[in-house]
DNA sequence: CACTGAGTTGACATA
DNA sequence: TTATGTCAACTCAGT
């Protein structure tokens, strides 16, 4: 006889044969996929019933935070989630509401057992996380949690730099030399896997569904076509497209990566990523199999050295305090920017009067992903080459309006193209006239995203108010009306910036660049 | 402590 | 066409 059920009784009669069957939330955040999920994985583990779940968190979902493109993928993402989860002859249940509020009436109304989740480095995630557990362990359910969102543990690569973040990339490759590769990717559950639990139940059916975009209130009126559709199977897809170009993936080089091609000159993973529709582990492996035995590009600017980036800045986004913010940031110099809602708004909405800075802000709201030397290019423009606008403006536009719109990544590379934190060679600026011409002379990227110049010659799309009157009208675009004058003077400006950043750097405290152990004060933060 | 080399992805002039 | 030096000059991390 094996009892199936929990009591004390039965654990004294037969200690040996005893069979924990839980009951178990599988509550997914990011980490929306079957393929390398340990968490759900260990929920499958002595389980009789199982919630694959989904919160429709407030805070994070709020339309403020993601911008339409974005709720469309993650909506996406959830249905693939949900039909892979039936074809295990399970499903995803989708809530919304405030995890800490949600999860204790559901724990209570389906006598749960236990839940399982991935770890989230995020202070909001850390923070909701902690809550959650309390709240779990009040009503004794087991709580388990795994890391497969980043390639390593990143506490452990703080823990072996001596406590405190790597504040350089080079530093951060020798830390994670030393502990080895990534772990493998395990596979995701079979019907095999799932043969123990019970099949989710019909009477579950009008309850717990996917929410249309139209239900959450949006108005999906003018949104443009679905060029990047949320969802493992597509990530899976666009993985294997990719990785089978292997003179492609063994030569890449990011810097020389077009930012203003016609279609995308990256593999476009990242919106996956950032969601966990991909495994990094899954990535970093496939591409080990394409390097394996041939010669191929390095970190920092190969694809291997593209998933090391974005540990980079995960680990640094966890070793550092308030890490998306100026003020309270000891890694970040303090800048006196300016308070500038016009400019703000004119960059926002692509009506800055330069078209290549114009085209991009315009790919990025109507598509959701632009190249990241286009990131670069805006985010210069925006800081610490033209407007002096802080870069915590532009992190707030960037999150809700980017596919992959992930924390620490855009915390992190603000602070970079800012000069603020990592990057210091200020008087590199980028020019919003000469940068694009590198690589798309004619302006043809200019003429997709701002039809209203497609009449322009190239000699003057990326300057149109140097155009003679005649040009202009014969265009039929006349600059200052049918489309902006240039809002600042890039080559008087941009000067005038570098000299504003030299006066903030002088003001950075001496001690910042002292060792940690030797000036108490500066870097205790990276210890707590 | 001073010093040095390196730093994913600048612009521009020159060879 | 592509490579190199200059411009002005920063920090980090290792020696």
């Given amino acids: 006889i094996v009892p199936t059920v929990s009591s004390p009784a039965c654990f004294a009669l037969h200690p040996q044969v005893f069979i924990m069957a839980h009951v178990c939330i599988h509550w997914f955040r990011k980490g929306l996929r079957l393929h390398d999920n340990p968490a759900l994985m260990a929920a499958l583990r002595d389980c009789k019933e199982l919630y694959p779940l989904f919160i429709l968190d407030p805070y994070l979902y709020d339309q403020n935070r993601a911008g339409i493109n974005r709720l469309r993928f993650l909506i996406s993402s959830l249905q693939d989630l949900d039909c892979s989860l039936r074809k295990l002859n399970s499903r995803l249940f989708v809530v919304r509401g405030k995890p800490e509020e949600v999860l204790p009436k559901l724990f209570t109304k389906w006598n749960v057992t236990k839940l399982t989740y991935e770890y989230d480095t995020e202070p909001y995630s850390r923070s909701r996380d902690k809550n959650v557990t309390m709240l779990a362990e009040e009503q004794r359910i087991q709580v388990s949690y795994k890391i497969s969102h980043t390639l390593y543990d990143i506490d452990r690569i703080i823990e072996e730099n001596n406590g405190k973040p790597p504040l350089t990339y080079n530093r951060l490759r020798d830390i994670v030399k030393a502990l080895g590769s990534p772990k493998k990717p395990i596979p995701a559950p079979t019907v095999e896997d799932m043969k123990n639990i019970a099949p989710f139940s019909e009477k579950h059916k009008p309850e717990y569904g996917i929410p249309s975009l139209e239900e959450l209130g949006l108005d999906t009126s003018s949104l443009a076509e679905e060029i990047f559709p949320g969802g493992e199977q597509e990530a899976l897809r666009r993985l294997d497209a990719y990785m089978q170009r292997t003179g492609w993936v063994c030569s890449f080089e990011k810097p020389n990566t077009s930012p203003n091609s016609l279609s995308p000159s990256t593999t476009v993973l ?9 495994s990094a582990r899954t990535f970093w492996w496939r591409l080990a199999e394409v390097y394996q035995g041939v010669s191929h590009s390095d970190p920092p600017v190969s694809l291997h050295g593209q998933l090391l980036w974005r540990e980079f800045f995960y680990t640094a986004s966890v070793g550092i305090p308030n890490f998306n913010k ?29 078209p290549f800075i114009d085209a991009i802000m315009t790919q990025l709201r ?123 003077e890039h080559e008087v400006i941009s000067k005038k910036n570098i000299q504003r950043m030299k006066q903030a750097y002088a003001r950075r405290p001496s001690g910042s660049t002292e060792s940690p152990t030797k000036k108490q004060g500066n870097f205790v933060y990276f210890i707590c």
């Fill in 270 to 278: 990242s919106p996956y990523m950032t969601f966990g529709c991909l």
């Fill in 366 to 488: 109507q598509e959701g992903w632009i190249h990241h030397l286009a990131r670069h290019a805006v985010a210069c423009f925006l800081t610490r080459g033209d407007l002096w606008i802080s870069w915590e403006e532009g992190q707030k536009v960037f999150e809700k309006l980017l596919l992959d719109g992930d924390w620490a990544l855009n915390a992190g590379n603000w602070q970079w193209l800012s000069a603020s934190t990592f990057f210091h060679q200020f008087f590199r600026v980028y020019s919003p006239v000469a940068f694009g011409k590198k690589t798309d002379k004619n302006g043809d990227y200019i003429k997709k995203y701002l039809p209203i110049l497609k009449k322009f010659p190239p000699q003057y799309i990326y300057e149109p108010w140097k155009a003679p009157r005649s040009v202009q009208q014969a265009a039929g675009c006349i600059v200052g009306k049918d489309y902006p004058k240039s809002i600042i």
């Fill in 326 to 354: 100026m003020t309270g940031n000891p890694a970040c110099t303090q800048v006196d920017w300016d308070e500038n809602q016009e400019y703000l708004a004119a960059w926002r909405e692509a009506r800055t009067g330069f």
